[in-house]
């Protein structure tokens, strides 16, 4: 007994160096790009020395563009999971690499924001930081499962919400935003606590998707059968979270028909439906909300995944996102501008600006 027990914490402790190594590991390969390069915090030439630690959080701070990157046309990845669990799958995240994302995708210099922010062309963050957004399909258990412990509900420490808000108690900057799409009859299993989970998700400020009422394929399924499906998730959602507006839809299976006017918006016996972002399966980031590619009613996901990626996957978009920096989402750090380098201007859709001014430098 005595050895099991002693070998069991040597293991744990294993594990728990080999995070570590990992994370200093992933460190040096993705530097702190959030973080403004050395040479940016210098007072300009002629000006005084003696400004100090102060001058860092001016807010009318200079921004360097050019050392940042800065570059709000550039792509963002809308990230795809489905399950969190064992074992590692192609739709299967486990626990330990999911917190590993997390970790990946902080130190290179990404924060969480919400699918509705997105489409809003809602993104406040530092200047030097890029955005990224996470979504869950299907409504799995390991999305958001409930512990019974001496009679009290906890939220299992190792289901996507629980590690989610884990993180974000130790790197508040991170964000916490995540998108489910689920359906139903009992989203995350659990049926006695469909409605204590989704009240408390809208309630720490994640979103509610459409993922169809029973998961349809909506290319194969007539309008009115489509509709129907549509129509019915938000119905229900609504009776669980009462005025809550649906506003986006992950495609079951990534179908769609190729008319998609009734997929976009509709009803179905009185109850109305809109999808203001539509969300395919694959493969690549989405371009950025104000850029004149963006399509809402057809949003590329990259897979949170390691296997069968095809090179499609998020480790193989985070290295060619840092290998071709241009390309990338780079904050100005003022969510009132949307900032491109002068060569890109012509990538701005101006209509989409909403009452933000455009700077190019
Ligand atoms: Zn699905």
């Known amino acids: ?33 959030c973080s403004k390069p050395e040479g940016s915090a210098e007072p300009p030439a002629g000006e005084d020395e003696n400004r100090g630690g102060e001058q860092l959080d001016a807010p009318d701070e200079e921004i360097d563009y050019h050392a940042l990157g800065v570059n709000e046309a550039g792509e963002i990845m809308i990230l795809m999971y489905h399950e969190i669990g064992a074992p590692e799958d192609i739709w299967c995240r486990t626990p330990d690499n999911f917190r590993k994302d997390l970790e990946t ?15 809003d062309g809602k993104i406040d963050l530092p200047a030097g930081c890029s955005p990224v957004v996470l979504t869950f399909d299907d409504g799995r258990g390991g999305q958001f499962r409930y512990l019974d412990e001496d009679g009290k509900q906890v939220i299992d ?23 489910f799409y689920i359906f139903y009859e009992a989203p995350f299993g659990q ?10 998700l809208v309630e720490q400020g994640f979103e509610i998707g459409n993922h169809c009422y029973s998961h349809g394929n909506l290319r194969r399924l007539s ?9 019915l998730q938000v119905k229900r959602t609504q009776e669980y979270l009462p005025g809550y507006t649906v506003r986006s839809l992950a495609l ?20 109305a439906y809109r999808n203001e972002g539509i969300l395919l399966v694959g493969a690549n980031p989405a371009p950025s909300p104000f850029s004149t590619t963006f399509n809402p009613a057809a949003l590329p996901r990259v897979r949170a995944s390691e296997m069968d990626t095809a090179g499609m996957g998020l ?16 904050s100005d750090g003022d969510p009132a501008t949307v900032a491109v380098p002068e060569a890109l201007s012509g990538q701005v859709d101006e209509s989409r600006l909403n009452g933000k001014s455009l700077l190019t430098y």
Not at 1 to 21: E, F, G
Not at 110 to 119: A, E, F, K, P, T
């Open 252 to 271: 079951p299976f990534g179908e769609r028909p190729a008319e998609m006017s009734y997929i976009i918006e509709g009803s179905y016996e009185g109850t």
């Open 157 to 179: 420490p190792d289901c996507a919400v629980g590690i989610l808000e884990d993180f974000h108690k130790a790197h508040p900057d991170f964000g916490l935003a995540a998108t």
């Open 315 to 330: 480790y193989d978009w985070l290295e060619r996102l840092r290998d071709n920096p241009e390309r990338r989402y780079i």
């Open 223 to 231: 309008p009115e059968q489509a509709r129907r499906e549509l129509a």
């Open 1 to 33: 007994m005595k050895l099991a027990t002693a070998l069991r914490r040597h293991s744990s402790r294993i594990k728990q160096i080999a995070l570590m190594v990992t994370a200093l590991l992933l460190l040096m390969i993705f530097p702190l790009s």
């Open 105 to 119: 995708l902080y130190e290179a210099g990404y924060r969480l924001i919400s699918m509705n922010d997105l489409l």
């Open 191 to 200: 049926a006695k606590h469909v409605q204590q989970k989704l009240s408390y």
